[in-house]
């Protein structure tokens, strides 16, 4: 996050999805999945402002459309079921009345309406919906504001992951506190444009709904945008944000004098989870961040970061722990960013391996040691203009083959 007085007034907070004031939570297992648990809803006690954006993959699960249809409604939701296991996609005319079947029989449950619920699903393509499984499970849901419930929702939702992704972070505005939190899962399937994950965000902000739709928008080009773990775009995910307005502070607007403070917070839980995710890559062993300084504009220093960081060569170079530079400077030629090559500097870490276009001599041993961290940082600057950007993927290895030859057994 950018060292400025927004930054500073914006604190992490080690708390969770239901940190947020009116939002609760829950997760359990109902056998889709072998063992961990595959069901979980959030659920708002007042409508909240919502907002979200989807794959753009062509090809698009049953339960996208109606999460859009719900929240194009009247801008508002009250609760999210979300099962994973099953994508309930290209699965026809049976998997949309799947979609809307979960969705009235979450909206039953919690006493809403159905356009007060949104459905979104994530695991195996092409199979039908064990709703004999899922809809018992939604019966049996019990949402409550604490720590050990969004916990359970977290698990609720990942598939091939490792680990569970969740964020949150709170500021001073307008005298009440406001927290906003997240969670999300992705391992796979991971070269977003919009959004190919899950990530849910709440908060207790007061905002305007079509402000929140625009700053997701932006800040999910900032964040998830700039994530790739094996440059597949899913049919299925999105990231969605909910504001229940239980702080009580006055009606966030661009025009607000502490937009800026609210948007700090939309991004920083946004890049928190967007690590998490590329970190967290089918098979990874370590974090790649690339910096791109000196680009013509912001988008881009985006372009550039994002071509090194989802060149597989660049992936498999810092697998290896092999201070490879010239896949570096490979991808940021064809990334589409204007450079020259004579102005291109790069450093791995702290080690500068090119200045001005021209090699620089440095420790192979010092970089390979380098190289062995979990999380490895590329600089580059491109000397073109004001532009920067970073992007975020990981090291490529043999058991993403593993994982993926065998996701159906």
Same mark, same amino acid.
């Given at each position: 996050?950018?060292?400025?007085?927004?930054?500073?007034?914006?604190?992490?907070?080690?708390?969770?999805?239901?940190?947020?004031?009116?939002?609760?939570?829950?997760?359990?297992?109902?056998?889709?999945?072998?063992?961990?648990?595959?069901? /979980?809803?959030?659920?708002?006690?007042?409508?909240?402002?919502?907002?979200?954006?989807?794959?753009?993959?062509?090809?698009?699960?049953?339960?996208?459309?109606?999460?859009?249809?719900?929240?194009?409604?009247?801008?508002?939701?009250?609760?999210?079921?979300?099962?994973?296991?099953?994508?309930?996609?290209?699965?026809?005319?049976?998997?949309?009345?799947?979609?809307?079947?979960?969705?009235?029989?979450?909206?039953?449950?919690?006493?809403?309406?159905?356009?007060?619920? /949104?459905?979104?699903?994530?695991?195996?393509?092409?199979?039908?919906?064990?709703?004999?499984?899922?809809?018992?499970?939604?019966?049996?849901?019990?949402?409550?504001?604490?720590?050990?419930?969004?916990?359970?929702?977290?698990?609720?939702?990942?598939?091939?992951?490792?680990?569970?992704?969740?964020?949150?972070?709170?500021?001073?505005?307008?005298?009440?506190?406001?927290?906003?939190?997240?969670?999300?899962?992705?391992?796979?399937?991971?070269?977003?444009?919009?959004?190919?994950?899950?990530?849910?965000?709440?908060?207790?902000?007061?905002?305007?709904?079509?402000?929140?739709?625009?700053?997701?928008?932006?800040?999910?080009?900032?964040?998830?945008?700039?994530?790739?773990?094996?440059?597949?775009?899913?049919?299925?995910?999105?990231?969605?944000?909910?504001?229940?307005?239980?702080?009580?502070?006055?009606?966030?607007?661009?025009?607000?004098?502490?937009?800026?403070?609210?948007? /700090?917070?939309?991004?920083?839980?946004?890049?928190?989870?967007?690590?998490?995710?590329?970190?967290? /890559?089918?098979?990874?062993?370590?974090?790649?961040?690339?910096?791109?300084?000196?680009?013509?504009?912001?988008?881009?220093?985006?372009?550039?970061?994002?071509?090194?960081?989802?060149?597989?060569?660049?992936?498999?170079?810092?697998?290896?722990?092999?201070?490879?530079?010239?896949?570096?400077?490979?991808?940021?030629?064809?990334?589409?960013?204007?450079?020259?090559?004579?102005?291109?500097?790069?450093?791995?870490?702290?080690?500068?391996?090119?200045?001005?276009?021209?090699?620089?001599?440095?420790?192979?041993?010092?970089?390979?040691?380098?190289?062995?961290?979990?999380?490895?940082?590329?600089?580059?600057?491109?000397?073109?203009?004001?532009?920067?950007?970073?992007?975020?993927?990981?090291?490529?290895?043999?058991?993403?083959?593993?994982?993926?030859?065998?996701?159906?057994?």
């Amino acid at each position: 996050m950018p060292a400025n007085t927004e930054s500073k007034m914006i604190q992490k907070v080690d708390e969770s999805i239901t940190a947020p004031a009116g939002f609760f939570a829950d997760g359990l297992h109902t056998s889709v999945k072998r063992r961990r648990k595959d069901l /979980g809803v959030i659920f708002c006690e007042h409508p909240a402002a919502a907002a979200a954006v989807y794959t753009t993959n062509a090809v698009q699960a049953a339960p996208l459309f109606v999460t859009k249809e719900a929240i194009q409604t009247n801008g508002t939701l009250q609760a999210f079921i979300v099962n994973s296991g099953n994508a309930n996609a290209c699965t026809g005319e049976q998997g949309q009345r799947d979609a809307y079947t979960m969705q009235a029989a979450a909206a039953e449950k919690l006493g809403l309406s159905v356009e007060d619920v /949104g459905v979104a699903s994530t695991g195996v393509i092409g199979e039908t919906m064990p709703m004999d499984k899922i809809l018992p499970g939604i019966e049996l849901l019990n949402p409550e504001r604490s720590t050990e419930k969004a916990h359970a929702f977290n698990e609720a939702i990942l598939t091939t992951d490792k680990i569970q992704k969740h964020t949150c972070y709170e500021a001073v505005i307008d005298g009440a506190v406001v927290k906003l939190a997240g969670v999300a899962k992705g391992s796979g399937m991971i070269k977003p444009n919009m959004a190919t994950m899950l990530a849910f965000l709440t908060t207790d902000a007061v905002i305007d709904e079509a402000a929140l739709h625009d700053a997701l928008k932006e800040v999910t080009d900032q964040t998830y945008n700039r994530i790739t773990v094996d440059g597949d775009t899913s049919t299925n995910d999105m990231v969605a944000v909910m504001a229940s307005g239980a702080a009580h502070n006055n009606k966030l607007t661009p025009n607000h004098p502490e937009w800026s403070v609210f948007t /700090g917070m939309l991004k920083a839980v946004s890049e928190d989870l967007s690590k998490r995710i590329a970190q967290d /890559g089918e098979g990874a062993t370590k974090l790649i961040e690339v910096q791109v300084e000196g680009a013509q504009d912001d988008e881009e220093a985006g372009k550039a970061a994002k071509a090194v960081v989802g060149s597989d060569l660049v992936k498999t170079m810092a697998y290896g722990n092999d201070a490879n530079w010239g896949r570096v400077i490979c991808a940021l030629g064809y990334s589409g960013a204007a450079l020259t090559v004579e102005s291109v500097d790069i450093s791995i870490g702290s080690i500068n391996v090119l200045k001005q276009g021209q090699p620089q001599p440095f420790s192979e041993e010092e970089a390979t040691t380098y190289l062995k961290n979990e999380t490895v940082v590329i600089h580059v600057h491109l000397h073109q203009g004001p532009g920067s950007g970073k992007a975020w993927g990981c090291d490529l290895t043999y058991d993403y083959v593993r994982i993926n030859a065998g996701y159906r057994t």
